[in-house]
């Protein structure tokens, strides 16, 4: 009788397997480079921030004689241009017309923290079709 050998691999039950890290360094690079040549290319919106006095002003009734277009946006998404409340549909033709009157001047916006940013968005847009190409956006403290 013959003896036939049998021979067993002996792999560890809790060996690892490998991966290959390679291709993923070279992706994230790849994806690093074109964020280095593309973010100077896109335009940003800015919110330029004066520099006023050494001393803030205490209210909104000193602000109001800066500027005669004052559009606030309440807590609950109502909308009053120069303390008058307006639709957003009416906001557009208003500031038109203050730009006429006023051509020098920039509209104040008085946002509520308390409300939708959507309003503000739909505000804004509103500034720029009018042909305003800046506004001034009054944060008070909290």
Known sequence: MSRSRISFSRQSPFEE??????????????????????APLMEMDNVEL????????????????????????????????NNQSVQLGQLKR????AKINFPKNEPQIFHDRRAHFGTYQAVKNAVEEAGYSHMEIILKPA
């Not at 991966?19 to 993923?24: E, G, S």
């Not at 208003?94 to 017309?97: A, D, G, N, V, Y």
């Open 17 to 38: 397997p490998t991966v290959n890290l390679t291709p993923l360094i070279d992706v994230v690079f790849v994806i690093l480079i074109m964020f280095i040549i593309i």
């Open 50 to 81: 004066a520099q006023g006095p050494a001393t803030p002003l205490q209210n909104s009734q000193s602000l109001k004689e800066i500027s005669p277009i004052i559009i606030h946006v309440l807590e609950d998404n109502t909308i009053k241009f």
């Open 94 to 97: 208003l500031l038109e017309e």
